[in-house]
């Protein structure tokens, strides 16, 4: 049987040596080696703006500080190499208001191409929240989802078409998977923690391909310090991504926003050890959040074959029993 694995937290040496072969060569070469080395799960999705997309990595956000809030993302990395991954998000969340506790729900759609690969996830979320004091809320989320891998051979070129550890056609296969998190939110600050693929789910197709998926575990958080006499800003934030065996990623940000009269602009850059730096510009026009993020790797790919991002977002105010409800700042964006 063969297990595929080809989303991995980039280190150097693999990015130094298996990204500068031809597309085509990578592809069989992965097809190749899954028969005879040992297998290692996929990982999910890193995008670089990971505070804009915050349900998308923990489902306790859907609806937590009373509004609609839908979000979109678009990621092409590694630009300038054939077939390289190129994934597409979107998610929308709202609050559903019953006496006492406020309840939440959304949806999460991706959609994850690299090569003959595509990963699709299909999720419905659902949170349950409270006060915490006289400002914060504490929140607790779950995530079903459908997840769907699928193989599409025919841009591969072989010279033995009838070698048995390659795809003839094209083939696919779904599983069940599930997420939970926890998030409390603070109109100063924020932290979450959240786990994906709880199941940790194996696909078969053709009852010779197969994809595993380890458990990844999220930690989350920011906070915003308003400068004084000022209308800028300071929004730093971190996430930790992991599945507690052999993949590792730390990722710490900083965000300088100006705001005035209900317009914000922002600047920022992060920092994964070892991996890469990012470079991001946005802000609200309009009531819709834009966005831009440049992930430059730090070695092994180079300086202009980074990955590039764009986010869009949009919010408008739900809790129609609260006095002055369009007169607070959302932290949901931070």
Same mark, same amino acid.
């Given at each position: 049987?063969?297990?595929?694995?080809?989303?991995?937290?980039?280190?150097?040496?693999?990015?130094?040596?298996?990204?500068?072969?031809?597309?085509?060569?990578?592809?069989? /070469?992965?097809?190749?080696?899954?028969?005879?080395?040992?297998?290692?799960?996929?990982?999910? *999705?890193?995008? %670089?703006?990971?505070?804009?997309?915050? !349900?998308?990595?923990?489902?306790?956000?859907?609806?937590?500080?009373?509004?609609? !809030?839908?979000? +979109?993302?678009? %990621?092409?990395?590694?630009?300038?190499?054939?077939?390289?991954?190129?994934?597409?998000?979107?998610?929308?969340?709202?609050?559903?208001?019953?006496?006492?506790?406020?309840?939440?729900?959304? *949806? !999460?759609?991706?959609?994850?191409?690299?090569?003959?690969?595509?990963?699709?996830?299909?999720?419905?979320?659902?949170?349950?929240?409270?006060?915490?004091?006289?400002?914060?809320?504490?929140?607790?989320?779950?995530?079903?989802?459908?997840?769907?891998?699928?193989?599409?051979?025919?841009?591969?070129?072989?010279?033995?078409?009838?070698?048995?550890?390659?795809?003839?056609?094209?083939?696919?296969?779904?599983?069940?998977?599930?997420?939970?998190?926890?998030?409390?939110?603070?109109?100063?600050?924020?932290?979450?923690? %959240? !786990?994906?693929?709880?199941?940790?789910?194996?696909?078969?197709?053709?009852?010779?391909?197969?994809?595993?998926?380890?458990?990844?575990?999220?930690?989350?958080?920011?906070?915003?310090?308003?400068?004084?006499?000022? $209308? =800028?800003?300071?929004?730093?934030?971190?996430?930790?991504?992991?599945?507690?065996?052999?993949?590792?990623?730390?990722?710490?940000?900083?965000? =300088?926003?100006?705001?005035?009269?209900?317009? %914000? $602009?922002?600047?920022? *850059?992060?920092?994964?050890?070892?991996?890469?730096?990012?470079?991001?510009?946005? +802000?609200?026009?309009? +009531?819709?959040?834009?966005?831009?993020?440049?992930?430059?790797?730090?070695?092994? *790919?180079? /300086?202009?074959?980074?990955?590039?991002?764009?986010?869009?977002?949009?919010?408008?105010?739900?809790?129609?029993?609260?006095?002055?409800?369009?007169?607070?700042?959302?932290?949901?964006?931070?």
């Amino acid at each position: 049987m063969c297990v595929f694995s080809y989303r991995k937290a980039i280190k150097p040496a693999f990015s130094r040596y298996f990204l500068r072969m031809g597309a085509k060569v990578r592809i069989v /070469l992965a097809l190749l080696l899954c028969l005879s080395v040992e297998a290692m799960a996929q990982n999910d *999705v890193q995008f %670089s703006d990971y505070t804009r997309l915050k !349900s998308y990595y923990n489902p306790a956000v859907s609806g937590i500080d009373g509004k609609l !809030s839908i979000a +979109g993302a678009y %990621s092409m990395q590694f630009v300038g190499y054939d077939n390289a991954p190129a994934t597409m998000y979107l998610g929308a969340d709202l609050p559903v208001f019953f006496l006492g506790p406020r309840h939440g729900a959304g *949806v !999460s759609l991706l959609s994850d191409k690299f090569g003959i690969f595509t990963t699709q996830k299909i999720g419905l979320q659902y949170a349950y929240n409270m006060k915490i004091g006289k400002k914060a809320r504490l929140a607790i989320g779950v995530q079903g989802a459908i997840l769907t891998e699928k193989i599409d051979p025919s841009g591969l070129k072989v010279k033995d078409q009838n070698d048995p550890a390659l795809p003839s056609s094209e083939a696919n296969g779904q599983h069940v998977d599930f997420a939970a998190g926890i998030y409390f939110l603070h109109p100063k600050y924020w932290v979450g923690a %959240s !786990s994906h693929h709880l199941m940790a789910p194996t696909i078969l197709m053709q009852e010779k391909y197969e994809f595993s998926f380890d458990r990844m575990y999220y930690l989350m958080g920011g906070c915003n310090i308003r400068l004084k006499n000022t $209308f =800028l800003s300071l929004q730093p934030s971190f996430m930790v991504m992991t599945n507690m065996k052999h993949d590792w990623r730390e990722d710490i940000q900083c965000k =300088l926003q100006y705001e005035f009269e209900g317009r %914000s $602009f922002y600047a920022g *850059v992060g920092y994964s050890p070892d991996i890469s730096a990012t470079f991001m510009v946005g +802000g609200n026009f309009h +009531g819709v959040w834009l966005g831009y993020s440049y992930q430059m790797y730090t070695s092994g *790919v180079g /300086l202009i074959n980074g990955s590039h991002e764009l986010t869009v977002g949009y919010q408008t105010d739900l809790d129609l029993f609260k006095k002055g409800r369009n007169r607070h700042k959302s932290v949901r964006f931070l």
